[in-house]
C-alpha cells in the first residue's frame, strides 16, 4: 500500500520507470514515521513482479507470493538494530548481486538506514554502484544524508520523502480514531509514529510528555516525567521537541531572541547529554534543565 501522502514521490519514480530512466541506486531519504520504508517495500516488491502496473505489485504472481512470505530469493535487505552496518554485510550485497536471478530477472537489494554503513562498507557499496550489471537495484533508506559520503551521494538518485499536504496526513490520522491531542499537529510529517504509538498503546504517555513540557518550568518533583523518559530515547525526543514548540511560541509572545537561544541551546545539551551519556544522572539533568528555562526569562 503506496500511503496517500506519498502519491506524489511514487508518481515520479513511476515516471521515471516507465520512461527508462530509473536509476539503478535509488537513494530514499525522509524522518522517521513517514513511509519510506514502506515506500522502498512496495517498490521493490513491483520491481520483482512479473506483472506490475504503474509500479504497483499485481499482488497474485508467483513473485509476489513469495514476497508475501517474505521468501523471494532475488530480494535481499541489509538492517542493523546496531550502531553500523559493516563490510561483510555490504559484500553480501555484491556476492548476491553478481549471482543469476532465479525468477523474473530482476534482483533488489534493500538497504535501510544506509548512513550506519562504516567507511570501509560504504567504499565496497561504491564499487557496486560504479558498475552496475543490467536488471540489478539498490533501494537505500535514511533519514541522515549529511552522515553519508559524497562519492555515495553523487551515485545515486534522490527522493526526498516528505508529507507535502499535512491535510491527507491528518486525514488519515483522523481516520485511526485517535484523540484530538492538542500535539498531533507537530506530526503530521511522521503520521506513522502516531499509528505506532496508538498501536502499542501509547498514546496516553505521549499525552503525558507534553503535559510535563507544558509545566517544566513551574515543577519541583520531575520523578513521574523522569519514569517515563528513562525506558527510552525516543521519548526524551518527542519531550525535547513539545519544549522547543513552548519555546517557539514564547518568543511569539514576547520572550526576547537571546533568552530563547539560551534556552533552546540548554534544551539541546539535555537531550545530547541523556541519549549519548551512559549512566547519566537523569532527575539531575531534568532538574537543570528546568532551572535554566526558568532563569532564561530573567
Partial sequence: MIYPWLNDVHQQLTASFNAGRFHHGQLFNGQQ????????????????????QNLVACGHC???????????PDKY??????????VDD????????QQSAAQNANKVVVINDCHK???????????????????????????ATAQLPATILSRCAL???????????????????????PWLKLFTQQ?????????DEQLEVIDQLYKFATELKQGHNFSALVDIIS??????????????????????????????????NALAEFVQNSTQILGLNLPLAVSRLAYRLRNSHK
Fill in 33 to 52: 514515521g513517514v513511509g519510506k520504508h514502506a515506500l522502498v517495500e512496495e517498490l521493490a516488491n513491483a520491481l520483482l513482479c512479473s506483472a506490475p
Fill in 62 to 72: 508467483k513473485s509476489c507470493h513469495l514476497n508475501q512470505a517474505v521468501t523471494h
Fill in 77 to 86: 535487505t541489509v538492517q542493523t538494530d546496531g550502531q553500523s552496518i559493516g
Fill in 90 to 97: 555490504i559484500r553480501s550485497v555484491s556476492d548476491f548481486m
Fill in 117 to 143: 554503513m562504516t567507511t570501509a562498507a560504504a567504499n565496497a557499496l561504491l564499487k557496486t554502484l560504479e558498475e552496475p550489471s543490467p536488471q540489478r537495484f539498490l533501494l537505500l533508506t535514511t533519514n
Fill in 159 to 181: 527522493s526526498e520523502v516528505k508529507v507535502h499536504n499535512t491535510e491527507v496526513a491528518m486525514q488519515w490520522i483522523a481516520q485511526l480514531n485517535v484523540p484530538a491531542y
Fill in 191 to 199: 503520521p506513522l509514529l502516531v499509528a505506532r504509538w496508538q498501536q
Fill in 231 to 264: 525506558k527510552d530515547n525516543e521519548r526524551i525526543r518527542v519531550f525535547s521537541l513539545f519544549l522547543s514548540e513552548q519555546l517557539k511560541q514564547q518568543l511569539i509572545t514576547g520572550m526576547d531572541f537571546d533568552s530563547y537561544q539560551n534556552a533552546q
